[in-house]
């Protein structure tokens, strides 16, 4: 059964940083599109960044919300077989779980992935 772990998140002040790391165990990562979502309280799931899958003529390529770019950036190691996204200039607002997902053909719609992990809480406060 494929499972997805995350770790990584935790508080953190304004203007910080922290990197997310999104552990597979039955699914080579590369051969998908991967990508990470938030869900802050009250709000709806939403896309935060996906990479496409390595081959093809979009190999690799990334993605981002419009409230993270610049911001955060998605990468994946293939050896470690691993997902990670690094966050850069944290605010309030980025205050979320944190769930990583794998599916065959990627995008910002949750609808698009079937693997998902159980999520890491990153709260930005001062």
């Known amino acids: 059964q494929p499972r997805l772990v995350e770790s990584g998140g935790g508080l953190v002040q304004p203007g910080g940083s922290l990197r997310l790391s999104c552990e597979s165990s039955g699914l080579t990562l590369e051969y998908y599109a991967v990508a990470w979502f938030r869900e802050a309280p009250g709000k709806e799931r939403e896309g935060v960044s996906w990479?496409?899958?390595?081959?093809?003529?979009?190999?690799?390529?990334?993605h981002y919300a419009d409230s993270v770019k610049g911001r955060f950036t998605i990468s994946r190691d293939t050896a470690e077989n691993r997902l990670y996204l690094q966050m850069s200039n944290l605010k309030p607002e980025d205050t979320a779980v944190y769930l990583c997902?794998?599916?065959?053909?990627?995008?910002?719609?949750?609808?698009?992935?079937?693997?998902w992990g159980q999520g890491t809480q990153v709260t930005v406060s001062s």
């Open positions: 997902a794998v599916g065959p053909w990627g995008g910002m719609n949750r609808d698009e992935y079937n693997y």
């Open positions: 990479m496409d899958s390595t081959g093809g003529s979009h190999s690799g390529e990334t």
